[in-house]
């Protein structure tokens, strides 16, 4: 035994309350702490419901729904891999708490986890987070269902979610991309740069930046094109097998930009506002534990 450095973590959030904790009284099939844990909940941290209301329950399981989804859209606007989205670590408020093996994709890698416990399944994938969520939530329906005389409610509030959650991440898509809408040509043009930076192990962050910091034409040199995304690249030999698709699509891009008339101030100004200049990368922040 020896003397070691150490520290202690504090983690704030206005309220731990998670689904997990109404699934405990269900499972324990005590319905009167289920429903006083959910209008204590409504009372502290929905007052904006009527606590009065008999529909409260209704109103606040859609709330909680639609904040659900806001929060994955911008998960997935910036990378973020939360890692271990049990029904334990999901917030009521739609606030991202208890991440524990998290991290930021570096690559685009849409299969990636932070969770080495995961590695086999990858359930909790950066891309399979919308689906997660989606999951909990049934379960935090299913953990409700006494406190409702039908399930009509539930399935209205889960149909909100689904509507909530495609209806930003297409505009969320839209922006990073530096389009003025989602419609079917600016969708597959966005799913293909997607695919393009995946085959070529782009980064992720870098590549948003270099679309949103892009001045002028696309140069007709495929190698001067790929030159200007900047050192967004993890592997050479991929970068250059993609090259000519890479430079191909910025091609496509721009003009699909130009033939929609964007104000390109504008523009610019939102897509710096969706894609982040820096984010925290775990070899920055093990280099920071190091020289501690």
């Keep these: 035994p020896q003397m070691e450095p150490g520290a202690v973590v504090c983690r704030v959030a206005p309220s731990f309350i998670r689904f997990g904790n109404f699934e405990i ?11 006083q844990l959910a209008d204590f909940t ?6 904006h419901i009527d606590a009065a209301d008999p529909a409260r329950f209704a109103q606040w399981f859609r709330e909680v729904c639609v904040r659900t989804a806001t929060m994955i859209v911008q998960w997935m606007r910036v990378g973020f891999v939360h ?3 049990n029904t334990d670590n999901m917030s009521v408020l739609g606030l991202t708490i208890d991440y524990g093996p998290y991290g930021f994709l570096d690559d685009f890698d849409p299969h990636w986890t932070p969770n080495t416990t995961d590695a086999g399944s990858r359930r909790y994938r950066y891309a399979n987070q919308p689906a997660i969520a989606q999951w909990n939530l049934e379960r935090f329906a299913d953990a409700l269902r006494p406190l409702f005389a039908d399930i009509e409610p539930l399935k209205d509030g889960l149909g909100a979610y689904v509507d909530r959650f495609n209806a930003e991440y297409r505009a969320m898509l839209a922006t990073k991309f530096g389009f003025p809408d989602f419609s ?29 910091e892009w001045q002028g034409e696309v140069p007709r040199d495929d190698a001067a094109a790929i030159a200007a995304l900047g050192d967004m690249f993890y592997d050479a030999a991929k970068r250059d097998a993609q090259a ?10 721009h003009a699909a930009r130009h033939a929609a008339n964007v104000d390109v101030a504008a523009t610019q100004a939102a897509m710096a506002r969706a894609n982040p200049r820096f984010i925290p ?11 501690a």
């Design 25 to 35: 009284a269900t499972a324990r099939g005590d319905e009167a702490l289920l429903r």
């Design 42 to 47: 409504i009372a502290r941290d929905f007052p």
């Design 83 to 85: 890692g271990v989205m």
């Design 184 to 212: 079917a040509p600016h969708e597959a043009l966005a799913q293909e740069g997607l695919g393009l930076l995946t085959d070529a192990e782009g980064d992720h962050t870098l590549f948003f930046r270099a679309l949103t």
């Design 244 to 253: 000519a698709a890479m430079a191909a699509w910025l091609r496509r891009w």
């Design 281 to 291: 990368r775990n070899y920055l922040a093990q280099q920071a534990i190091d020289a």
